[in-house]
């Protein structure tokens, strides 16, 4: 596996498990992890090959992994027994939303509740979120693999109070400041990798909360990727949040990891 990530005060890093370099030594034309993204497709460039010197991941402090993201979307319901728990039906279509940039955070966080007066119910849900490396339009699910530059883990949050109040409030409910948790980096694996058995934890204070595997998605990351490219041309950027296993209560003095196997982790600390 290899890596694309920001250090937390923006340089740009590509690493593999045995550290990272400066993405420019690497990719001397690149200023950003976006400029690389439309490569990863194919592969990075092997850092034995690169003049310049791994520094290990535990020396580092990480960023989001991208600073600037595309559009951001959100699936509801793509594992079975997540519509099980809201006594829903899952969706015979993916039931996709958007969440502004705004709400976007890096590891660490921290992510900050809103005031009681508008919401005192949030939940945090891990997820896969697959990252767009090239602009596609109308691609197949077999075509998927062609356009995704990776993937990594987030945390997403719900004010569910204000969703249980009316569902056209979805908006609202998603897109508090710090509201989505950008992983420290994304994952870019080796071609045709197999997700299926990948599993996806939220954890909440070190107590797993919930977990599924990609193979019980109603729609893999593939076919989401696919289904969206023919509603709307996707960017290098854009990040496609496939979905949670399960949603937990988050208060105040709170720790949440998202764990996604073969992927990454990523936690933060929730405040008011």
Known sequence: MQ????????????????????????????????????????????????????????????????????????????????????????????????KPSSAVTGPGGPIRLPPESQ????????????????????????EADEVIAGFAPIIDMTAEDVLERNPRFLTRAKSYDTFLVLGPHLAVPGPGM???????????????????????????????VAFHSNVMTLEPGDVVSTGTPGAHPIDPGDRVRAEVDEVGTVAADVVR
């Open 3 to 98: 890596y694309l990530a920001r250090s937390a005060d923006g340089r740009p890093l590509v690493g593999d498990e045995e550290g990272f370099v400066p993405l420019q030594a690497a990719y001397p034309d690149a200023s950003s992890v976006r400029d690389v993204l439309p490569r990863a497709p194919g592969g990075l460039r092997d850092l034995d090959d690169v003049p310049a010197g791994r520094m290990p991941r535990e020396n580092l402090s990480f960023g989001p992994f991208v600073g600037e993201p595309g559009k951001l979307f959100g699936i509801g319901l793509n594992y079975a027994d997540h519509a099980a728990d809201l006594s829903e039906d899952p969706p015979e279509e993916p039931a996709s939303f958007f």
């Open 119 to 142: 919401s005192e119910r949030v939940t945090a849900e891990a997820e896969l979120a697959v990252v767009i490396g090239r602009t596609c339009r109308n691609v197949s699910v077999d």
């Open 194 to 224: 197999d997700l299926e058995d990948v599993e996806v934890r939220t954890v909440v204070d070190d107590a797993v909360e919930s977990r599924n595997v990609v193979a019980n998605m109603h729609f893999s990351p593939r076919e989401l």
